[in-house]
């Protein structure tokens, strides 16, 4: 992936794939009305068969779940995190 970057600001290509060195997760949103669900389950499929398995989380917030589902969030990361010290 040459012309992968970080961020739009920073033009410089990645030289390393975190996705296959670091264990992921990720949390679909059900109720996101910028990346719908398909959309979301979509892009993980395909990093997925790339680097390997996330751990997924299904929440029914919207696009801002760090607002709106706070505590849910805070448990997904916990619970993420405790598996990665198992």
Not at 62 to 78: C, D, F, N, Q, Y
Request: glycine share 8%; aromatic share 8%.
């Amino acid at each position: 992936m040459p012309k992968l970057t970080a961020a739009p600001l920073v033009t410089t290509a990645l030289t390393n794939d975190a996705y296959a060195d670091l264990p992921c997760a990720y949390l679909v949103l059900g109720h996101d009305r910028i990346l719908p669900k398909v959309y979301q389950e979509g892009m993980v499929d395909a990093q997925s068969e790339k680097t390997g398995t996330f751990k997924m989380y299904h929440c029914r917030a919207g696009h801002a779940a760090h607002l709106s589902w706070t505590k849910g969030m805070v448990e997904a990361v916990m619970d993420f995190g405790e598996g990665l010290a198992a």
